[in-house]
């Protein structure tokens, strides 16, 4: 079995600007975890990496998957992380939050604050 969760937001930016958030957040990680294996799409509209846990090694990767839907002025961001076969649940919320988080990198880059 595998759990997979999905989230999107809008950012009211080029996805020039998007991508380069993108880029950042995952070459930043998190506190608690590292995004591995960063693949960028030729045509830069998609990522892919493992979320692969630092505090808990015994913690299950994760493999994230990021879509980029440009329209005008405004881009569409899709965040979708898909769990190992052996996990059969998330009672804690895990996977949800590996996509806030992503989502809560990207943001503040976007408006250029960090």
Wanted: hydrophobic share 40%; proline share 4%.
């Amino acid at each position: 079995m595998t759990i997979k969760r999905e989230q999107s937001e809008t950012f009211h930016a080029s996805s020039e600007k998007v991508v380069e958030a993108i880029r950042s957040a995952l070459a930043n990680g998190e506190a608690s975890y590292h995004y591995h294996d960063a693949v960028e799409a030729k045509d830069h509209l998609g990522f892919s990496a493992v979320v692969r846990p630092s505090w808990w090694p015994l913690l299950a990767s994760t493999k994230m998957a990021i879509r980029l839907d440009p329209n005008n002025s405004q881009t569409r961001v899709t965040v979708e992380t898909r769990s190992q076969w052996l996990v059969v649940g998330d009672i804690f919320n895990v996977y949800n939050g590996y996509i806030r988080d992503v989502l809560g990198a990207i943001r503040p880059r976007v408006k250029g604050h960090a």
